[in-house]
Nanobody
Framework: QVQLVESGGGLVQAGGSLRLSCATSNRAFGSYAMAWFRQCPGKEREFVAAISADTSTTYYTESMKGRFTISRDNAKNTGYLQMNSLKPEDTAVYYC??????????????WGQGTQVTVSS
């Protein structure tokens, strides 16, 4: 079992930046693909970005590409989502996920509890 804990969410003004972290104590983290999803108020959960275990491959939702950057530090068992030029429509609960297969869908095996990001206009 891989327990994931997100942090770094909060309130930020439009145009600002936040860096989300996703940490685990499980040393197998480095063997899993990981991803970030978000759920905006009143909407279904949607894919944000994903990164392979060895960091060689990344996927992004087109609308967030260029503003968001996914990364990971396997030595620290931690993944990151750097979010720049934030917009009010980026307000959501952000979830990290890990799994055996790199995917843009929700087919990940392990999920965090989520962290709230609120962008004010």
């Amino acid at each position: 079992q891989v327990q994931l804990v997100e942090s770094g969410g909060g309130l930020v003004q439009a145009g600002g930046s936040l860096r989300l972290s996703c940490a685990t104590s499980n040393r197998a983290f480095g063997s899993y693909a990981m991803a970030w999803f978000r759920q905006c108020p009143g909407k279904e959960r949607e894919f944000v970005a994903a990164i392979s275990a060895d960091t060689s491959t990344t996927y992004y939702t087109e609308s967030m590409k260029g503003r968001f950057t996914i990364s990971r530090d396997n030595a620290k068992n931690t993944g990151y989502l750097q979010m720049n030029s934030l917009k009010p429509e980026d307000t959501a609960v952000y979830y990290c996920a890990a799994g055996y297969v790199l995917s843009r869908t929700s087919r990940y095996n392990f999920w965090g509890q989520g962290t709230q990001v609120t962008v004010s206009s």
